[in-house]
C-alpha cells in the first residue's frame, strides 16, 4: 500500500488535528471530506501534491515513522486478548458460551470476553466459529490481542468521530476510519509565503 512521508514536521510537541464532515445527503449521509494535520497557524500561499495514500480495512494512520517501528500490530503486549462476537446468531450463542457481560463502550451488541490469557481467548474464539460454521449460523466472531492495533480500535469504536492515538516512545500516532471504505486518496501540502510547511491535508472526498 503507497504511503506518504513528509519532512519538516515538528517533533517536540502534539500537532493539532482538523477533520471536515459533510452531509452527502441520501444514500450517503454524513461522512470526512477531509482530515488536516497542522504544522503552524499561517495563511496558504501555495499548496502542493505528494501523492496518494493508500488505505486497507478503512482506516488511515499518522505518525512519526520511526516510532512506528516499535508498532505491535498482532502480537499482545501484556499476553492478554479478547474474543467477541455479534450478529443474528449473538443471543443464541450467549446463551450457549454464557460471556459475562460485555462493557466495552461503543459496541452496543456485542458479546463476549476481555483481558483472557491468549491461549484460552484464542480457544473461546475457535469454539465460537466452529459452532457458527457446524450451525450455519450468521455471527461475526473477532479475536482481538491486546496489541497497539486493538488499543487504538477500542478509542475508534468508542468515539463518535472514529478516531484514536496511542504513545509509541516520544510520538503519537493518530488512527482514523475514512467514513469511506477503502482507496487511494490525495495527500497536500499547504505551504507558506515562505515555502514553510503549514499543513498536511487528506482528501477523502470532493464537497458535494
Known amino acids: 500500500m503507497p504511503v506518504v512521508a513528509v519532512g519538516g514536521v515538528p517533533r517536540s510537541r502534539h500537532l493539532p488535528v482538523r477533520a471536515t464532515r459533510v452531509d452527502y445527503g441520501d444514500g450517503v449521509g454524513a461522512r470526512w ?9 499561517g495563511e ?5 501534491s505528494l501523492g496518494d495514500v493508500g488505505v486497507d480495512w478503512a482506516r488511515v494512520l499518522f505518525g512519526d515513522v520511526d516510532a512506528l517501528s516499535a508498532w505491535q500490530h ?9 474474543a467477541a462476537f455479534w450478529g443474528a446468531a449473538a443471543e443464541e450463542a ?5 460471556p459475562p457481560e460485555w462493557r466495552e463502550p461503543g459496541e452496543e451488541g456485542v458479546r463476549g470476553w476481555t483481558a483472557l490469557p491468549v491461549p484460552e481467548a484464542v480457544d473461546r474464539a475457535r469454539a465460537l466459529s466452529r459452532w457458527k460454521d457446524e450451525t450455519g449460523r450468521r455471527m461475526a466472531v473477532d479475536f482481538r490481542p ?3 492495533h486493538w488499543q487504538i ?4 469504536r468508542a468515539s463518535h468521530v472514529e478516531a484514536g492515538s496511542v504513545e509509541l516512545g516520544d510520538a503519537r500516532v493518530l488512527c482514523a476510519m ?14 507558506d509565503a515562505a515555502g514553510d510547511l503549514l499543513a498536511v491535508r487528506v482528501r477523502f472526498s470532493p464537497a458535494p
Open 153 to 156: 480500535m477500542r478509542q475508534v
Open 94 to 98: 450467549a446463551t450457549m458460551f454464557s
Open 33 to 41: 471530506s477531509e482530515i488536516s494535520i497542522r504544522m503552524r497557524e
Open 178 to 191: 475514512t467514513s469511506w471504505g477503502d482507496g487511494f486518496f490525495p495527500v497536500t501540502a499547504d505551504l
Open 146 to 148: 491486546h496489541s497497539h
Open 44 to 48: 496558504a500561499a501555495s499548496s502542493l
Open 74 to 82: 498482532e502480537d499482545s503486549m501484556d499476553g492478554l486478548a479478547d
